[in-house]
């Protein structure tokens, strides 16, 4: 597996590095975009392997651009990835008081991308930080933890478990889709267990994890479920107490009211931002 290996063992070659440092700083325009997407696929011809590079200031992160669109677009598009919605977390964090931790809940933290941009973001201004990374998924777990160990991070804390809509503890199964890793999802359809290739997981509420790790308050949630989003946000308000709400939420939208949209606008939230994916909110109270 990729992951047995030390971080630097899959460094791209010298002129694969310098293509894809040009695809970085391709403009946001009809023609940088797709000068980019030229760059990363001349970087990434015949590489079938991971890719051990760099991000934001110093961070260290293996890459798997092939199966995975967010690592893909990290790869050869930093500029780009979900941009608006990190500069508005670099703007908070920045503000934020130096002497109580930024608390940062990534539900659904994939491979760790905005679990280490926060993190890298805390060392940049000198602020305290504490981050729950929650992913169930054991392949984009163990990516996540390699990166993690990589960097040398002891601000993250990875859950293993994903997020139920109840008070109890259960158990799911993930559908895992071939092409983007992105994609994983509870599978809500059929009872748990009954196609033993699925990866089978621990499902808990949100709030005993918040309660477990000493949380009363969030900065900040960014929660990226697939799909589950509304199911979880609403046994999450109906046990919480407002105070543990999140001051900020980032929720992929896709643009439209979603359920999980409409929950937050009627529990107090107002939309900040929206890009194509996500929207940024904000509780109003």
Not at 209 to 232: R, T
Not at 250 to 267: D, Q, R, V, Y
């Amino acid at each position: 597996m990729a992951n047995n290996q030390p971080y630097g063992f899959y460094k791209l070659p010298g002129w694969r590095l310098a293509v894809r440092n040009l695809a970085c700083r391709t403009t946001d325009n009809r023609l940088g975009r797709m000068a980019n997407s030229l760059l990363r696929k001349i970087a990434l011809f015949y590489w079938d392997s991971p890719v051990d590079i760099a991000i934001y200031d110093s961070q260290k992160a293996r890459l798997h651009p092939k199966d995975n669109i967010c690592e893909k677009r990290m790869f050869g598009g930093s500029q780009y990835w979900d941009i608006t919605e990190r500069n508005f977390l670099d703007t908070v964090i920045a503000k934020s008081d130096k002497d109580t931790p930024f608390i940062f809940i990534d539900a659904g933290a994939n491979v760790g991308l905005y679990s280490i941009f926060m993190d890298d973001r805390a060392q940049h201004y000198d602020k305290k930080i504490k981050i729950l990374a929650i992913e169930p998924d054991p392949t984009n777990r163990a990516r996540l933890e390699f990166n993690i160990l990589s960097s040398n991070i002891d601000t993250i804390t990875v859950i293993p478990d994903a997020i139920g809509d109840g008070t109890g503890t259960g158990t799911g199964q993930l559908l895992q889709p071939d092409d983007n890793r992105g994609q994983v999802r509870l599978n809500q359809e059929a009872k748990p267990n009954t196609d033993s290739s699925l990866p089978v997981v621990t499902i808990r509420p949100l709030v005993k994890m918040l309660k477990e790790h000493d949380i009363d308050s969030i900065n900040a949630l960014k929660i990226d479920i697939e799909g589950y989003e509304e199911v979880a946000l609403k046994a999450f308000f109906a046990e919480a107490p407002t105070a543990l709400w999140p001051k900020l939420l980032i929720m992929e939208t896709w643009g439209e009211g979603t359920p999980a949209l409409e929950l937050c606008l009627k529990k107090g939230y107002g939309i900040t931002q929206e890009t194509r994916l996500n929207a940024i909110l904000e509780y109003q109270g």
